[in-house]
């Protein structure tokens, strides 16, 4: 079980002030998912990136997050998408069922559309838990998944102008 802040980051995170993300929140508990989106946009603005280049979006649930993530993907320009959503387990097995639906679909989106899609759902046993990853005592779940988006889009750039530069090599006189 974690016992300390897992949003502490050690080294400098890159820029992000060349970078537009999307950010789909479920709209189901909404004291978590908005503390989420909090983080997500402190954590964007923090690594350079304008408040123009940062679109929220909303959906029902955690559920329907890789369906908004595909949204993004399919009908803006975004270089990356961030998914927060907040699954508590109760009693029936449909935490099981919203938990691997949304991972196995944000996977899905990230892979089908090769583009960075941070995935930003707690999955809590209780609502202490929850809020305790939301902006409490355990950090916020939304700073990372920001970190994480920023990261990849940086890792897919890099590889992208080295995939160009060794196709264009340059001619020797």
Not at 60 to 85: Q, S, Y
Request: aromatic share 6%; glycine share 8%.
């Amino acid at each position: 079980m974690a016992t300390k802040n897992l949003s502490h980051f050690e080294t400098p995170l890159p820029s992000a002030a060349d970078m537009k993300f999307g950010i789909v929140v479920s709209e189901w508990n909404p004291e978590v998912t908005n503390a989420l989106r909090d983080g997500a946009v402190r954590t964007l603005r923090e690594c350079g990136c304008s408040d123009e280049n940062i679109v929220v979006r909303y959906v029902p649930g955690t559920f329907e997050l890789p369906m908004g993530a595909r949204f993004f993907a399919e009908h803006t320009d975004v270089d990356g998408v961030i998914a927060l959503g907040c699954v508590v387990k109760g009693e029936t097995p449909h935490f099981d069922y919203v938990c691997l639906g949304a991972t196995k679909g944000i996977s899905d989106v990230m892979l089908e559309w090769n583009m960075p899609v941070a995935f930003g759902v707690l999955t809590t046993l209780d609502q202490q838990q929850a809020l305790d990853r939301a902006g409490g005592r355990l950090g916020n779940k939304g700073d990372e998944a920001a970190v994480a988006a920023i990261k990849m889009v940086r890792l897919q750039r890099e590889f992208e102008l080295s995939a160009e530069a060794s196709m264009n090599p340059r001619s020797v006189n």
